[in-house]
């Protein structure tokens, strides 16, 4: 057990034996336990020079040596869940000595990425996608007549989504053969762990259990209803003592829960059900931030970790100003506040309480507050069914992840017009957690649906007033606000009575005018004091200010528009739509995210990557400005 970050690289002579899974077979069993313990201790270093997802890898240490020990990856098809997860097969699969880039610009990803290696199977940032995935992939050997293993892993909450039943029932009716291995860290399903769970354990996954139930079943389908008979009562036997019976009725043969920090035991497991023909599930149960004491006391606070910086010599301390908040914050705070003088407020999360800032309201309002787990799905439609009873629900989602109920926002919520409120969490580029954790595109998605309202606050007063306006609206509205702190505004605590669809300008200057929709406003300021161009902070996305566009149409000879967000589709994109609906015809400077996926990275570097730094703006501006003086010169020389 661990106390502390190691701040010095370990020393790990058989970890270092490890370039790839081969030469785990090189090791002997008894020496895995000891591997294990290297595997772990590097863990903690790398993480700690970095910083990154912490708790869920070092849950799944023993497992990870254990599968690639029994398997032959990358033939046999390994697919992890979770992105998180993945740490320690990472470092199993030629990516050690690169482990002190994770998560970096230029270094390896901190989620599974086919790109980065053959052992990624397949790319996962959310969850509850590997039972699918490995379907297919199982289903594509066996109709190529290949006998390659495939075997899913599926933890850390991921159980709970709908999509993971969907793909269970499906397997069972293919009765593909594949594993299953359920990681249950009480993330998830409840633990049952007893001695009497493990030797029926034993028992199941046991060659000569397996043996005598299939000899068994070929006797008994011969008369007519023993074999429903002995299944039925197999069945009841192991429901007594594990949560097995759900997966036996799905069709699953079921196997657990067993100790998943047991690697020479986990081995035998895993060997022997690889065996067994047809779809089955290995519940393992694991402790996630293992062998890590604080870690494994607070799971949640551990989840992730901060790089370990070196202990700074104390000074004097400066006089203290504006302190900047999160924006998390800002809505958590907010949510608490409003609660508090509204009875009918709920505040629901899909598994992102803390994430969200929701821990203070779930913690004064819990008879108004619901974690639904990892169902985004089922987080929208119970959201419709709330606001159809009279309540005012408050949806706090990532917009990455309200990608997933694209449907159900559609039609159990925008098309029957119900009062439902989205504060959308990680609008644009979030930094180290790269692309599939980018709100890159909810400005377009919801930009198209009728009835819904969309705030793109820029600063941390906007977002708390935006939201106060979003909820006072009597329909669908969403408030989307990007991951970190803002540049330190002054919160005020009172309803200031935004108007929906109204913008506001900030500078008054010439020729350009700058329509701002988000927290770049700060560049567009600086940027237009230097050039004497104007700033609009649009403030709503959807509707537009078209009031004031055709405004600054009237007394402005350019337009730019910027957003932290696809341009495709994106806020600009509705600027030109009202210009062209209205006859009018400006050239209009769209400024956002390009048509492709941005890698992971600082904040900073990312936006400097998408030309959405102060400098990259100013000269972007600037080049196409000159273009089109050089255009209009041209056409007027032609006329001459």
């Given at each position: 057990m661990?106390d502390?970050?190691?701040?010095?690289?370990?020393?790990?002579?058989?970890?270092?034996?490890?370039?790839?899974?081969?030469?785990?077979?090189k090791l002997?069993?008894?020496?895995?336990?000891?591997?294990?313990?290297?595997?772990?201790?590097?863990?903690?270093?790398?993480v700690?020079?970095?910083g990154?997802?912490f708790?869920?890898?070092?849950?799944?240490?023993?497992?990870?040596?254990?599968?690639?020990?029994?398997?032959?990856?990358?033939?046999?098809?390994?697919?992890?869940?979770?992105?998180?997860?993945?740490?320690?097969?990472?470092?199993l699969?030629?990516?050690?000595?690169?482990?002190?880039?994770?998560?970096?610009?230029?270094?390896?990803?901190?989620?599974?990425?086919?790109?980065?290696?053959?052992?990624?199977?397949?790319?996962?940032?959310?969850s509850s996608t590997?039972?699918?995935?490995?379907?297919?992939?199982?289903?594509?050997?066996?109709?190529?007549?290949?006998?390659?293993?495939?075997?899913?892993?599926?933890?850390?909450?991921?159980?709970?989504?709908?999509m993971?039943?969907?793909?269970?029932?499906?397997?069972?009716?293919?009765?593909?053969?594949?594993?299953?291995v359920?990681?249950?860290?009480?993330?998830?399903?409840?633990?049952?762990?007893?001695?009497?769970?493990?030797y029926?354990s034993?028992?199941?996954?046991?060659?000569?259990?397996?043996?005598l139930?299939?000899?068994?079943?070929r006797?008994?389908?011969r008369?007519?209803?023993?074999?429903?008979?002995?299944?039925?009562?197999?069945?009841?036997?192991?429901?007594?003592?594990?949560?097995?019976?759900?997966f036996?009725?799905?069709?699953?043969?079921?196997?657990?829960?067993?100790?998943?920090?047991?690697?020479?035991?986990?081995v035998h497991?895993?060997?022997?059900m690889?065996?067994?023909?047809?779809?089955?599930?290995?519940?393992?149960?694991?402790?996630?931030?293992?062998?890590?004491?604080?870690?494994?006391?607070?799971p949640?606070?551990y989840?992730?970790l901060?790089?370990?910086?070196?202990?700074?010599?104390?000074?004097?301390?400066?006089?203290?100003?504006?302190?900047?908040?999160?924006?998390?914050?800002?809505?958590?705070n907010?949510?608490?506040?409003?609660?508090?003088?509204?009875?009918?407020?709920?505040?629901?999360?899909p598994?992102?309480?803390?994430?969200?800032?929701?821990?203070?309201?779930?913690?004064r309002?819990?008879?108004?507050?619901?974690?639904?787990?990892?169902a985004?799905?089922?987080a929208?439609?119970?959201a419709?069914?709330?606001?159809?009873?009279?309540?005012?629900?408050?949806?706090?989602?990532?917009?990455?992840?309200?990608?997933?109920?694209?449907?159900?926002l559609?039609?159990?919520i925008?098309?029957?017009?119900?009062?439902?409120?989205?504060?959308?969490?990680?609008?644009?580029?979030?930094?180290?957690?790269?692309?599939?954790?980018?709100?890159?595109?909810?400005?377009?998605?919801?930009?198209?649906?009728?009835?819904?309202?969309?705030?793109?606050p820029?600063?941390?007063?906007?977002?708390?007033?935006?939201?106060?306006?979003?909820?006072?609206?009597?329909?669908?509205?969403?408030?989307?606000?990007?991951?970190?702190?803002g540049?330190?505004?002054?919160?005020?605590h009172?309803?200031?009575?935004?108007?929906?669809g109204?913008g506001?300008?900030?500078?008054?200057?010439?020729?350009?005018?700058i329509?701002?929709?988000?927290?770049?406003?700060?560049?567009?300021?600086?940027?237009?004091?230097?050039?004497?161009y104007?700033?609009?902070?649009?403030?709503?996305?959807?509707?537009?200010?078209?009031s004031?566009?055709?405004?600054?149409?009237?007394?402005?000879?350019?337009?730019v528009?910027?957003?932290?967000?696809?341009?495709?589709?994106?806020?600009?994109?509705?600027v030109?739509?009202?210009?062209?609906?209205?006859?009018?015809?400006?050239?209009?400077?769209?400024?956002?995210?390009?048509?492709?996926?941005?890698?992971?990275?600082?904040?900073?570097?990312?936006?400097?990557?998408?030309?959405?730094d102060?400098?990259?703006?100013?000269?972007?501006?600037?080049?196409?400005?000159?273009?089109?003086?050089?255009k209009?010169?041209?056409n007027?020389?032609?006329?001459?």
């Amino acid at each position: 057990m661990f106390d502390e970050i190691p701040l010095k690289r370990p020393h790990t002579p058989l970890l270092d034996q490890v370039d790839v899974p081969a030469d785990l077979k090189k090791l002997e069993a008894k020496q895995l336990p000891e591997l294990a313990e290297e595997l772990r201790e590097f863990l903690l270093y790398t993480v700690g020079q970095t910083g990154g997802h912490f708790g869920a890898g070092l849950g799944v240490v023993e497992l990870t040596i254990a599968l690639h020990y029994v398997l032959n990856t990358p033939e046999d098809k390994l697919v992890w869940d979770v992105g998180h997860q993945c740490y320690p097969h990472k470092i199993l699969t030629g990516r050690r000595e690169a482990m002190h880039s994770i998560r970096q610009w230029g270094g390896i990803s901190g989620f599974l990425k086919r790109a980065e290696s053959e052992y990624d199977t397949f790319g996962v940032g959310h969850s509850s996608t590997s039972i699918s995935a490995a379907l297919g992939m199982a289903l594509a050997n066996q109709m190529r007549d290949q006998q390659n293993k495939t075997v899913a892993v599926i933890g850390d909450g991921a159980m709970t989504a709908g999509m993971a039943f969907e793909a269970l029932n499906h397997a069972a009716h293919t009765e593909t053969d594949m594993l299953v291995v359920l990681n249950d860290n009480n993330m998830s399903i409840s633990k049952n762990v007893g001695g009497l769970a493990t030797y029926f354990s034993k028992i199941w996954a046991s060659k000569t259990y397996t043996a005598l139930r299939e000899g068994s079943k070929r006797v008994l389908q011969r008369v007519p209803h023993a074999w429903d008979l002995a299944r039925r009562t197999e069945e009841h036997m192991k429901g007594m003592v594990s949560p097995g019976t759900l997966f036996e009725e799905l069709g699953f043969y079921y196997v657990g829960p067993i100790d998943g920090h047991d690697v020479n035991k986990l081995v035998h497991y895993l060997g022997n059900m690889l065996e067994i023909k047809g779809p089955k599930l290995l519940h393992v149960i694991t402790t996630k931030g293992k062998g890590f004491a604080p870690a494994e006391n607070d799971p949640v606070g551990y989840h992730a970790l901060n790089k370990i910086e070196p202990k700074k010599k104390v000074s004097v301390a400066a006089p203290e100003k504006n302190v900047s908040i999160k924006y998390q914050d800002v809505f958590g705070n907010w949510l608490c506040d409003k609660a508090s003088e509204d009875g009918h407020l709920i505040g629901i999360t899909p598994a992102m309480c803390e994430g969200s800032g929701m821990a203070k309201f779930a913690e004064r309002f819990p008879d108004h507050y619901h974690d639904v787990a990892i169902a985004e799905q089922h987080a929208l439609t119970f959201a419709a069914g709330l606001a159809c009873e009279g309540f005012k629900p408050v949806v706090a989602i990532y917009s990455t992840f309200l990608q997933r109920a694209y449907d159900q926002l559609i039609h159990d919520i925008a098309l029957q017009n119900l009062d439902v409120t989205f504060a959308i969490d990680r609008a644009g580029l979030v930094g180290e957690d790269g692309p599939t954790h980018a709100g890159a595109f909810d400005i377009s998605f919801l930009r198209c649906i009728p009835n819904m309202v969309l705030a793109t606050p820029s600063d941390e007063n906007e977002c708390r007033q935006t939201l106060f306006a979003a909820y006072n609206y009597q329909g669908p509205a969403a408030v989307r606000y990007p991951r970190g702190t803002g540049p330190g505004a002054t919160l005020l605590h009172s309803d200031q009575g935004f108007e929906i669809g109204k913008g506001r300008v900030l500078l008054a200057g010439k020729g350009v005018s700058i329509l701002n929709f988000g927290v770049l406003l700060d560049r567009a300021t600086t940027i237009a004091r230097k050039q004497n161009y104007s700033v609009c902070d649009m403030r709503w996305a959807k509707p537009l200010d078209e009031s004031l566009i055709l405004e600054q149409a009237a007394t402005h000879d350019y337009f730019v528009t910027l957003e932290e967000n696809a341009i495709a589709g994106g806020a600009g994109s509705g600027v030109v739509e009202v210009l062209a609906a209205h006859g009018v015809h400006k050239p209009v400077l769209q400024l956002g995210l390009a048509d492709k996926y941005y890698e992971h990275g600082k904040r900073e570097e990312l936006l400097q990557a998408a030309g959405l730094d102060e400098s990259s703006i100013e000269a972007a501006i600037q080049h196409w400005l000159k273009q089109h003086e050089l255009k209009k010169s041209k056409n007027i020389q032609g006329i001459q």
